[in-house]
């Protein structure tokens, strides 16, 4: 099926009981036995397994074209889940430019446990060869980057990674399944904020993992998921299989007004540099469009001065919402760096930009407006 039938139909049947078209939200906690012991409806207890959440994973499976899914309360649990996965000793390869909490689990959290890991740039090949090694278990590969939006050619890293016998993590939220599918391109796992492109509506918070095969390494993933607990409620479930529905038609929209935007601020006097793989200037344009079929939302530009020029800017927005996120029907702003704290490699001088579904005229004028001062 094409991938707006599967966003519609997977993982979604009439309700049995009642004929529903829309799957009930079952909050229930717990499962009536059977008088032997048994669970005939193969419910036990929602931490472990719940009608909704299983209706969501069977859906996020289809559209990555994976084996298995499984969802979390976040993506931040969603990610912690693949790194906690591994063992002792394990090393792990970070790219240099990613989301700064991606980093700060391997560093502040999982190395105290003994898990080694290096940050490399994974736009440069030769980089991440000369770090792999015999122990290395797991790369994990964001593009494009947050929040320069950096290329990482996804199959030549996954050719890489089976040299040593690593496993490629792809996070794929930015892109979406809509906009890249990276189990196809030779990774092994797929993670997803659901919170951004898959919500879209700046009202659920969710994660999730979507893997190529149910291998040992699923079945510790899941482990971890089941008895770690960070699990989704019923209803956020719910309500981000009712979202998903919508993905395909919201996802070529974003991408489109980040297009114009994007081209609107590539020659304004104001802006040192827009960060954009849709600009045939951007350094991983041939890669992106090799392997995206769209080229998202999401876009970063540099404003000419230091934070203040930035701050500034974002200060003067009339219509774009100053918030952190992306991927909601409305646009946002904000001044990276300043998110990030005081140890951030993020330009001081640079706005990140989720572009919403608003007219794109509408949006490239505040832009106009704010830089004009």
Same mark, same amino acid.
């Given at each position: ?7 519609? +139909? /997977? ?17 229930? &906690?717990?499962?009536?036995? #059977? ?41 931040? !649990?969603?990610?912690?889940?693949? %790194? ?5 000793? =394990? ?13 700060? $689990?391997?560093?502040? *959290? ?10 490399? =740039?994974?736009?440069? %090949? ?9 122990? &290395? ?15 990482? =050619?996804?199959a030549a890293v996954a050719d890489l990674a089976?040299?040593?016998? #690593? ?10 399944? %809509? ?10 796992? *797929? ?32 482990k971890v998921q089941v008895t770690g607990g ?15 529905? &919508? %993905? ?25 540099? *827009? +960060? ?8 991983? +344009? ?23 020029? /930035? ?11 100053? !918030? ?41 004028? =505040? $832009? ?6």
């Amino acid at each position: 099926m094409h991938i707006e039938t599967l966003a519609i +139909h /997977a993982g979604r049947e009439p309700d049995p009981a009642t004929g529903a078209v829309m799957s009930p939200i079952v909050l229930s &906690t717990t499962f009536e036995r #059977a008088a032997d012991g048994s669970f005939p409806s193969g419910y036990v207890y929602t931490r472990s397994e719940n009608p909704n959440r299983a209706a969501l994973e069977t859906c996020l499976a289809r559209l990555e074209g994976g084996d298995a899914a499984a969802a979390f309360a976040s993506g931040q !649990a969603a990610t912690h889940a693949v %790194l906690q996965s591994l063992a002792t000793g =394990d090393h792990v390869l970070l790219p240099a430019d990613s989301y700064w909490a991606t980093r700060g $689990l391997a560093m502040d *959290v999982l190395a105290r446990w003994g898990l080694a890991y290096s940050v490399v =740039d994974m736009t440069d %090949l030769d980089q991440v060869a000369a770090h792999l090694r015999p122990t &290395t278990r797991l790369i994990w590969v964001e593009t494009p980057s947050n929040p320069l939006l950096r290329i990482t =050619d996804i199959a030549a890293v996954a050719d890489l990674a089976r040299t040593v016998g #690593a496993r490629l993590v792809v996070d794929n939220t930015w892109p979406s399944p %809509l906009g890249q599918q990276p189990l196809a391109l030779g990774a092994d796992l *797929v993670m997803h904020s659901t919170t951004k492109y898959l919500g879209g509506h700046s009202d659920i918070l969710g994660g999730a993992v979507i893997t190529r095969t149910k291998d040992e390494f699923w079945a510790a993933l899941t482990k971890v998921q089941v008895t770690g607990g960070a699990t989704p409620s019923p209803f956020d479930c719910w309500l981000l299989l009712r979202s998903i529905s &919508t %993905l395909p038609y919201r996802v070529r929209a974003h991408s489109a007004n980040a297009q114009a935007v994007a081209e609107f601020l590539h020659d304004r006097p104001q802006v040192e540099a *827009v +960060h954009y793989p849709g600009l045939p200037d951007h350094p991983g +344009h041939a890669v992106a469009a090799r392997q995206m079929s769209l080229f998202g939302g999401m876009l970063s530009v540099q404003i000419r001065g230091a934070a203040a020029a /930035a701050m500034a800017v974002a200060g003067r927005v009339q219509l774009f919402t100053r !918030a952190t996120s992306l991927g909601s029907v409305e646009s946002l702003i904000e001044h990276r760096a300043s998110i990030e704290g005081p140890h951030t490699a993020t330009p001081q001088n640079l706005l990140r930009v989720s572009v919403g579904l608003e007219h794109p005229d509408d949006l490239t004028a =505040d $832009l106009a407006q704010a830089l004009e001062g």
